[in-house]
C-alpha cells in the first residue's frame, strides 16, 4: 500500500426529495446571486429545474442563467459562463445537470479569478488556486464530478479533451437525488455505469500491490454497477438499484479508490478522450471500446491481478492465471455489449485509416501509464485492437 | 438505501514516515501553541514521541503536555486536561494515541469553550458547538476516532460509560503511520480488529435493506480485518496488514458504512460499555463477548442477512438461511477464540450475580435498537446469552 492523503470536504446530501435543500445550503454559506448552469433543458422536463428554482426563490438567492452545456463539454461555453459570470457579479455557481454541466461549472469557476486563458489549467501551464463556490444537484451518476475536484474539458479549436484538478473545485454541497435520474435514456444510465467501472479499473489496475482493503472496495463497486444497471435496464424506476448506482459511480472516482493506488493509470481515459475528440461519441461509449483493448494490451504486467478480476467479478476460476486474464477481459466486453455499448472502434465507424489521427491526437499526452508506459508505438497498438475488438 | 448526509472534513495523511509532517500541518492553521494529550509513555518507547516534539520544534510549535490517559477515558483526566488547557491558553490539542487519547482529547476540545460540566455532552444535556482545533497521530487502529466526531468517556464515580457527537469534534489533520503500530502487544492488535468489525457489524445488521453497494464494502472491509490480523499474529512487523488494518479500522466508522443505513444499531456497543464500566476490561473484549450473544437474540428480526453475512465472511452456504445463520455466529466466536478473545462473560469472572448490576447499568441507555428494540427483559437475555456462550 502506498502512502496517500484522504481529504474530501465535499457535504454530500443524498436521497429522494433532497433537490428542495439547496437553496439552504447556498444560503448557509452567505452567498446571495449565483449562476446557474445547466444542458439541452431535460430538468426542465422532469421537474428538477423548478424545483431548484423553487427552492432559490424560497431561500432569497437570485441567479442567473446560462444553460445549452454538452456532453464534452465544450470550452467555448466555459468562456461564455466566465463572462456571464463577472458581468453579473455572481458569488457562487449552481451546477444543475450531469458531469458535463458540473465540469464546465469547475471552469468557470475557475476561470472568474484568473486572469489569463483558463485553458492554461488544462494544459499544465495554470493551477488553480481560487474558485467561486460551487454547488450542484446531480442528474446523471457518472463521472463522479459531483465529489471532487476534476474537469475535464474539450476544446473544440484544437481538438483537445483535457483534464485539471484542483482542490479548489470540490463543490461545497452536492445533492443526489436517484429519483431526478428515472427519467434518463437507458442509453445514457449504461454510459454511465461504464464510466464508473472505468474509474474504478483505472485504480484497480495501476499496478500497485498489497492494497487489499482497496480491491474488495474496488470489486464491490464493480459488482453493485453491474447488478444495478442490469435491474434498471428493466425497470429504470427502481429506486434502490437507481441510488446504489449513484452512490457507488460518487464513490468510484471521490478519492477514496485512490487511497493506497499508485495514483490510477489514466492510459484508457487519455486514449479514449481522443476517441470522443475526435468521433464526438459518448465518453460512456468510447471507455467501452478503449478499455477493454488497453486491459488486453497490458494484461501480462501483472497477470496476478487479472486472475483475480475474473474470479472476484465473474465467477472465472479455471486454475490457470492466463487463461482466466483472458477469459474475464472477454467476460467485461460480453457484458458490455449485452448492455448494448459497442467495444470496438468499426462499430462508431472508424476505419483503419483514422488510427493516424487517433494516435496524433493522443500522443500529445504521452507518455502515460502507470502498470505500462504508453508512446506512440504502444498507443497505435492499442488503437489497433480497440478498432476490431469483438 | 436511507436518505443520508456525508460530510466528512477530516485531512487524513497516511502512510511510512509521515508523522514528522504533524508541526507543518498545525502551522497551516495558524497555531503557536497546543495541548499534548497522551497515554501511558509507549510513545516514548517506540519514537513516535520523538517524532512528534522534533515536528512541533522545527515548526516553531510550543506545547504542554498532559499524559496517563487509560483504556476507557476517565472523565476526571478530562477536567484536568482541560484546566491545563485554560491555564496556558492552548490553541489546539494534539492527541497522539489510541483511540482513548483521541477521546479524551475531543472532551477537553469541547469542553474548553463551554462553560458548564462536559460530561453535560455525554448525558445529553448539551450540544458541543465549539471547540478547539484536534490533530491526531494514530498508534492504534481501533476506534475510527481519528476520522469522526465521536468521543466515548468513562465517568468513574457513577461507572457510566456514554458517548458524544459533534461535527465540531472531527479532527482538522490525523496522521496514520501504520510503522508505528509495529511494537503494538498482539492482544491490542487484536482488540482494534474486534472494534473495527463490531463497527461495521453495527451498520450492516441495523436492519436497513436494499443497500448493496453499503454491504459490499462492510463485507470488504471484515474480510480484510480477519486476513491482515492474522498475518500480524504471525509476523507484527508486516507493514502492509499493518496498514490494510488500519485503513479498514478507520473507514470502519468515518461515516461511509453509515450512508443509507438507519444509523447503524448500536446496542451490542452500549451492552458492551456496561461491561467495561463494571469490569475495566478491553472494549475490544467486551465486544468479541457481546456482540455474538447479540447476533445470537436479534438472527430472526433479519434471517436473510445473517444468511448473506454467512456467505459472504465464512464461505458457509448449506441453502437453509436459518442453519447458515447460526453457523455464521458460531465462525464468528470461533474466529474470536482463535485470536485469543474471551467469548462470555464467565471467562472475565463475571457470575450470574453479576447480570443484575450489568441490566442496571445498562438499561440507563434503553430503550435501544434498531433491528430489534431492548428494553430491561431483552437486556437481561443477551447478557445472560453473553454469560454462557461458548
Redesign the interface.
Given at each position: 500500500?502506498?502512502?496517500?492523503?484522504?481529504?474530501?470536504?465535499?457535504?454530500?446530501?443524498?436521497?429522494?426529495?433532497?433537490i428542495n435543500r439547496i437553496g439552504e445550503e447556498i444560503k448557509k454559506f452567505g452567498l446571495k446571486k449565483v449562476l446557474l448552469h445547466y444542458g439541452g433543458g431535460s430538468i426542465k422536463k422532469n421537474g428538477v429545474y423548478e424545483q431548484v428554482v423553487n427552492s432559490l426563490k424560497e431561500n432569497g438567492i437570485e441567479w442567473v442563467e446560462i444553460s445549452g452545456v454538452k456532453p464534452n463539454p465544450r470550452l467555448s461555453k466555459v468562456y461564455e459562463g466566465i463572462k456571464i459570470a463577472k458581468e453579473n457579479d455572481v458569488e457562487g455557481i449552481l451546477a444543475v445537470g450531469g458531469g458535463s454541466v458540473i465540469d464546465s461549472s469547475k471552469a468557470i469557476a475557475g476561470g472568474f479569478y484568473y486572469d489569463g486563458d483558463v485553458w492554461d489549467a488544462y494544459s499544465g501551464k495554470h493551477v488553480i488556486n481560487k474558485a467561486l463556490p460551487l454547488f450542484t444537484v446531480l442528474t446523471l451518476s457518472a463521472t463522479g464530478s459531483e465529489m471532487n475536484g476534476n474537469s475535464v474539458i474539450t476544446n473544440e479549436e484544437t481538438k483537445q479533451k483535457w483534464a485539471t484538478h484542483s482542490e479548489k473545485l470540490y463543490p461545497k454541497v452536492s445533492i443526489i437525488d436517484p429519483v431526478a435520474q428515472f427519467s434518463l435514456p437507458a442509453k445514457q444510465t449504461v454510459n454511465g455505469a461504464v464510466d464508473a467501472i472505468s474509474h474504478v479499473m483505472e485504480y484497480y489496475f495501476d499496478g500497485t500491490k498489497?492494497?487489499?482493503?482497496q480491491d474488495?472496495?474496488a470489486?464491490?463497486?464493480i459488482?453493485?454497477v453491474i447488478?444495478?444497471t442490469e435491474i434498471l435496464l428493466k425497470n429504470p424506476k427502481d429506486?434502490?438499484a437507481r441510488?446504489?448506482l449513484a452512490?457507488?459511480a460518487t464513490?468510484a472516482l471521490n478519492g477514496?479508490l485512490k487511497?493506497?493506488s499508485n495514483g490510477g493509470d489514466w492510459s484508457s481515459h487519455a486514449l479514449e478522450h481522443s476517441v470522443s475528440a475526435l468521433f464526438d461519441i459518448a465518453h460512456g461509449e468510447g471507455l467501452a471500446i478503449i478499455f477493454p483493448a488497453w486491459l488486453e494490451y497490458v494484461k501480462n504486467e501483472y497477470i496476478e491481478k487479472f486472475d483475480r478480476f475474473a474470479k472476484e467479478i465473474f465467477n472465472i476460476d479455471t486454475g490457470n492465471a492466463s487463461i482466466d486474464a483472458d477469459l474475464g477481459i472477454q467476460a467485461l466486453k460480453e457484458w458490455y455489449k449485452r448492455i448494448g455499448q459497442p467495444i470496438s472502434l468499426k462499430e462508431i465507424g472508424a476505419t483503419e485509416k483514422d488510427i493516424e489521427r487517433l494516435v496524433e491526437n493522443a500522443v500529445q499526452s504521452s507518455p502515460m501509464g502507470k502498470l505500462k508506459k504508453l508512446e506512440e508505438k504502444e498507443i497505435k497498438e492499442i488503437y489497433n485492437i480497440a478498432l476490431k475488438n469483438k
Open positions: 500500500m502506498k502512502n496517500f492523503v484522504f481529504y474530501n470536504p465535499t457535504k454530500l446530501i443524498f436521497g429522494e426529495g433532497t498489497n492494497t487489499e482493503i474488495q472496495i470489486e464491490g463497486i459488482r453493485t447488478l444495478s429506486y434502490n441510488a446504489n452512490w457507488s464513490l477514496l487511497a493506497g
